[in-house]
């Protein structure tokens, strides 16, 4: 019986490896974001403690000096956390991306998959006719010669 062959087999081991590919860069991608949302949490909790300072500051006395120090303490804090959040806006819409780049190439290789599974299918139905065909021309055979029409 001849074996099956699928012509398009490079094909579905090429859409195998890029989907692996794409799962890998959706790996990093995840991995950066969860990375940046630490960030953002911690540039979240450096602005709280100078929100806290600029309060604990409020009921005291100060200098020209230590107002301006809080002042630029309370900014720094506000821009470092506008930043973290920036970059986990950036990392958020890149981990989108690269889910909707890996669902398409899980889409390409499954495309080829079934292709694969629908011509196998007809293959064994093509060979299995073939197979039950020449086992009944052996059987018609065997009749005749078993009958003398030989």
């Known amino acids: 019986m001849k074996r099956f062959r699928f012509p398009l087999e490079r094909v579905l081991r090429l859409r195998e490896l890029h989907e692996r590919d794409q799962a890998r860069v ?8 969860r990375e940046q949302r630490a960030a953002l949490e911690r540039a979240h909790a450096g602005l709280e403690r100078a929100g806290e300072q600029v309060v604990r500051g409020a009921g ?23 930043a973290a959040a920036d970059a986990h806006r950036a990392a958020t819409e890149s981990v989108v991306r690269e889910q909707d780049r890996f669902k398409e190439a899980r889409r390409d290789r499954r495309v080829i998959e079934k292709l694969r599974e629908k011509r196998h299918m007809d293959w064994s139905v093509t060979s299995a006719r073939a197979e039950q065909k020449e086992n009944d021309s052996l059987t018609e055979a065997r009749r005749h010669i078993a009958r003398g029409d030989a």
């Not at 959706?26 to 974001?33: I, K, M, R, S, Y």
């Open 26 to 33: 959706l790996g990093e991608a995840l991995h950066a974001e």
């Open 60 to 82: 005291v006395d100060l200098t020209a000096g230590a107002l301006r120090n809080l002042g630029l303490t309370l900014q720094a804090a506000m821009l470092a956390a506008e």
